[in-house]
């Protein structure tokens, strides 16, 4: 029982390139979500999704795209890499008993 | 979202209680109380959540004022592995998809 799975854990990228931070659980989850921590600070919400086929918007959610076509993925795109979007990212999700969220191990990315 | 303020940090020693605060004045009647901790290079840990009564699990206990405008996380023993950043959060738990709003928590060290 692997839980949350990101990848890559680290990644560095030049300004304008593009990326997918992979994100996948096996807990049968239905809400799944992307945070970003900045340096110093706690985590702020980019985009979520309460099913399969359902996206939403978070707190910070410019620059990014996300999709979910399936209950276990929840990829996040940078869709033109910014130096603003180094940072720490964490796919977190939520099970139907909605207590406590499960967080993955993060994703930490540069953009030079 | 209804705001938590918690001191900056916070120092133990090994093996002693440790009683972390949290203020929320502002809180609803349909807000829980959540608690997470993030141990350095991790993603958030969910520890314990509440709405009125006073909870208990392996991880710790969760002390609430009887106005609920306040709360305290209690760790009973700590030990070096609970240095960590703890945060206090409220969540509508009738929400669906509800967020999670981080602050920038307290910091605990815990010396040996």
């Known amino acids: 029982n692997a839980g949350v799975t990101q990848t890559p854990k680290f990644q560095v990228l030049k300004t304008g390139q593009s990326m997918t931070l992979q994100c996948a659980q096996d807990m049968n989850h239905e809400y799944m979500s992307w945070y970003r921590q900045d340096p110093g600070m706690g985590l702020r919400l980019i985009h979520y999704?309460?099913?399969?086929?359902?996206?939403d918007q978070g707190e910070v959610p410019n620059g990014y795209n996300v999709s979910r076509s399936t209950t276990e993925d929840f990829p996040l795109r940078l869709l033109s890499a910014a130096p603003s979007q180094t940072s720490v990212y964490f796919c977190?999700?939520?099970?139907?008993?909605?207590?406590?969220?499960?967080f993955g191990s993060g994703t930490r990315l540069t953009v030079v | 979202d209804a705001k938590t303020t918690q001191p900056n940090s916070m120092e133990s020693n090994e093996e002693e209680p440790v009683h972390l605060p949290c203020n929320h004045s502002?809180?609803?009647?349909?807000?829980?109380i959540h608690w997470y901790r993030q141990l350095p290079s991790q993603g958030p840990e969910y520890v314990i959540h509440?709405?009125?009564s006073n909870v208990n699990n392996r991880m710790a206990s969760l002390a609430i004022a009887e106005d609920r405008k306040s709360s305290t996380l209690i760790l009973h023993r700590a030990t070096l592995r609970d240095a960590a950043v703890y945060y206090c959060?409220?969540?509508?738990?009738?929400?669906?998809?509800?967020?999670?709003?981080f602050g920038e928590g307290t910091q605990l060290t815990v010396n040996p």
């Open positions: 502002t809180i609803s009647g349909t807000d829980y």
């Open positions: 959060i409220l969540r509508d738990m009738g929400t669906s998809g509800s967020r999670l709003t």
């Open positions: 509440g709405l009125t």
């Open positions: 999704s309460v099913g399969a086929g359902i996206t």
């Open positions: 977190a999700t939520l099970g139907a008993a909605r207590y406590g969220y499960t």
